[in-house]
């Protein structure tokens, strides 16, 4: 049974998932052709299930920063009122 990858796009950031065998992993957000060789490696997973499951956190991880950090840089730059 092979393993599974969480990569991280050397482009957007975002969490990938790719099979250990793969070479390569075309990141569906920006394009990028990723090296699954030089990506930066989040975890290493057996199962699929589990491996998409962590994904899926990861990812709902990451949105929430965003959103946390995109409100935090807004902070004191809107005009009273808006």
């Known amino acids: 049974m092979p393993g599974y990858l969480i990569i ?3 482009r ?3 969490y990938l998932l790719a099979k ?6 075309t990141c569906p957000y920006c394009g990028l052709k990723v090296a ?3 990506a930066k490696k989040v975890a290493t997973i ?4 589990k491996a998409s499951e962590l ?5 709902e991880r990451a949105a ?7 409100a935090l840089s807004l902070k004191g ?5 808006h």
């Open 20 to 25: 250990s065998g793969q070479k390569t992993r």
């Open 64 to 70: 929430k920063s965003n959103a946390k950090g995109h």
């Open 46 to 49: 057996e199962n699929g299930a």
């Open 55 to 59: 994904l899926r956190k990861l990812k």
């Open 8 to 10: 991280v796009c050397s």
């Open 36 to 38: 699954i060789t030089t």
């Open 12 to 14: 957007c950031e975002s």
């Open 77 to 81: 730059k809107l005009k009273k009122g």
